[in-house]
């Protein structure tokens, strides 16, 4: 088991280093200094972060759930993309590895369709297609800010699929199923307009998004388990914040319409990829890791302060800062946000290392005792053998 765990955590090293590199882009885009300078980052900081970071955990999850070692070529392209566009290579290798690694994604939820027949895999399999499309709209020369709803739509189908294969313990009807294939494929529609109709398709986006909001509120568990305790409430509380963020994306894109620039742009951006996103990662990885890396990570009440500070700081940053155009807000919000995420990401590890250093302390002990009763049982097997001997008698000389 350990052997299994240490090569699916080969696959999201290149992904720890695209989270790394995307927060040091994202300073560097902020004006704050960051440990690592280079004038190609802040230009492929949102491939990077999406791509290279959030798609390679998605890609490595599904290839698990695969259980097909052709599986893994999607998050061991997404990741050398992310490695390449972060390092001195010629930009076109990482955009190609990104386009090939988003395609094989593709292929993986085809056999997950055919084994299953589940509505949540094709949903997630239409943010497949957006992520392939959005990659290879990038290789052909389209500006990042105008991929930024392939981008965006690409994470909230995935996450929407999930949060409906979640949801069936509510027994949905057939006719709220239908509704969440319906809204992913005005998505999808919308998500295309964008770049052919700009003035129509950003509010059809929005529009969309906006009902997407509406459909997981009302038929998500974490209704439910927000009044419960422990790990259900938090993630349930994570997740409904995360709701919240994408509601003020698509309420953007309905009212300002195409915004590529600007405030708004910055506003778009961070409500979906750091409020929506990073709050829908941090609820899922304590189901998730473990499933994936057969490590155990016991939920923690500090687990909390991370979330809290993210949201808090975006806040900061989108209401303050985008909204009253200070600078400082939105620079003190910015390095607030990586501060949480790294947060969670030594205190999740930790959790980890710890539970895992436990564990194994608990195996030994547990063999000792067996050793030891083991043993106590074979000594008292033979001094009742010795008791039950008959005496042995000397002969008289």
């Given at each position: 088991?350990?052997?299994?765990?240490?090569?699916?955590?080969?696959?999201?090293?290149?992904?720890?280093?695209?989270?790394?590199?995307?927060?040091?882009?994202?300073?560097?885009?902020?004006?704050?200094?960051?440990?690592?300078?280079?004038?190609?980052?802040?230009?492929?900081h949102g491939m990077v972060m999406v791509l290279g970071f959030v798609g390679t955990v998605i890609a490595l999850e599904r290839a698990v759930a695969l259980r097909r070692r052709?599986?893994?070529?999607?998050?061991?392209?997404?990741?050398?993309?992310?490695?390449?566009?972060?390092?001195?290579?010629?930009?076109?290798?990482g955009q190609i590895a990104l386009a090939a690694g988003a395609a094989a994604l593709i292929g993986v939820y085809i056999p997950l369709w055919r084994r299953q027949r589940d509505?949540?895999?094709?949903?997630?399999?239409?943010?497949?297609?957006?992520?392939?499309?959005?990659?290879?709209?990038?290789?052909?020369?389209?500006?990042?800010?105008?991929?930024?709803?392939?981008?965006?739509?690409?994470?909230?189908?995935?996450?929407?699929?999930e949060r409906l294969e979640l949801a069936r313990v509510t027994l949905l009807t057939y006719a709220t199923v239908a509704q969440l294939l319906a809204l992913a494929a005005m998505?999808?529609?919308?998500?295309?307009?964008?770049?052919?109709?700009?003035?129509?398709?950003?509010?059809?986006?929005?529009?969309?998004?906006?009902?997407?909001?509406?459909?997981?509120?009302?038929?998500?568990?974490?209704?439910?388990?927000?009044?419960?305790?422990?790990?259900?409430?938090?993630?349930?509380?994570?997740?409904?914040?995360?709701?919240?963020?994408?509601?003020?994306?698509?309420?953007?894109?309905?009212?300002?319409?195409?915004?590529?620039?600007?405030?708004?742009?910055?506003?778009?951006?961070?409500?979906?990829?750091?409020?929506?996103?990073?709050?829908?990662?941090?609820?899922?990885?304590?189901?998730?890791?473990?499933?994936?890396?057969?490590?155990?990570?016991?939920?923690?009440?500090?687990?909390?302060?991370?979330?809290?500070?993210?949201?808090?700081?975006?806040?900061?940053?989108?209401?303050?800062?985008?909204?009253?155009?200070?600078?400082?807000?939105?620079?003190?919000?910015?390095?607030?946000?990586?501060?949480?995420?790294?947060?969670?990401?030594?205190?999740?590890?930790?959790?980890?290392?710890?539970?895992?250093?436990?564990?194994?302390?608990?195996?030994?002990?547990?063999?000792?005792?067996?050793?030891?009763?083991?043993?106590?049982?074979?000594?008292?097997?033979?001094?009742?053998?010795?008791?039950?001997?008959?005496?042995?008698?000397?002969?008289?000389?």
């Open positions: 088991m350990n052997g299994q765990m240490n090569r699916r955590l080969i696959f999201l090293i290149p992904a720890g280093v695209a989270l790394l590199a995307g927060l040091d882009a994202g300073l560097l885009l902020l004006g704050i200094p960051a440990p690592v300078t280079t004038e190609r980052l802040p230009d492929a052709a599986g893994y070529a999607a998050p061991a392209l997404l990741g050398v993309g992310g490695l390449l566009l972060t390092s001195a290579a010629p930009l076109a290798l509505h949540s895999v094709l949903v997630q399999a239409f943010g497949a297609v957006l992520a392939t499309g959005g990659a290879l709209l990038w290789l052909g020369g389209i500006p990042i800010a105008r991929l930024l709803p392939w981008l965006t739509c690409f994470i909230v189908l995935t996450i929407a699929g998505i999808t529609l919308g998500t295309v307009l964008t770049l052919l109709w700009p003035a129509f398709g950003y509010p059809v986006l929005g529009l969309s998004l906006l009902a997407l909001v509406w459909w997981l509120v009302v038929h998500d568990v974490a209704r439910r388990t927000i009044r419960a305790r422990g790990l259900p409430r938090f993630m349930a509380g994570c997740l409904l914040a995360g709701y919240v963020w994408l509601a003020v994306t698509g309420g953007i894109w309905v009212l300002a319409g195409a915004v590529t620039e600007g405030p708004a742009y910055d506003a778009v951006i961070h409500a979906v990829f750091i409020g929506f996103t990073m709050s829908m990662i941090m609820a899922h990885a304590p189901v998730i890791l473990p499933a994936v890396l057969h490590c155990r990570l016991p939920y923690h009440p500090v687990m909390i302060a991370p979330p809290v500070l993210l949201h808090v700081s975006l806040l900061l940053r989108l209401a303050v800062g985008d909204a009253g155009s200070l600078d400082l807000a939105r620079q003190i919000g910015g390095a607030l946000n990586v501060v949480a995420l790294l947060g969670f990401a030594a205190i999740t590890a930790g959790a980890a290392i710890r539970a895992g250093r436990l564990h194994r302390l608990a195996t030994a002990a547990t063999a000792a005792t067996a050793a030891t009763a083991a043993t106590d049982a074979v000594d008292a097997a033979s001094a009742a053998s010795a008791a039950s001997a008959p005496p042995t008698t000397l002969a008289a000389p």
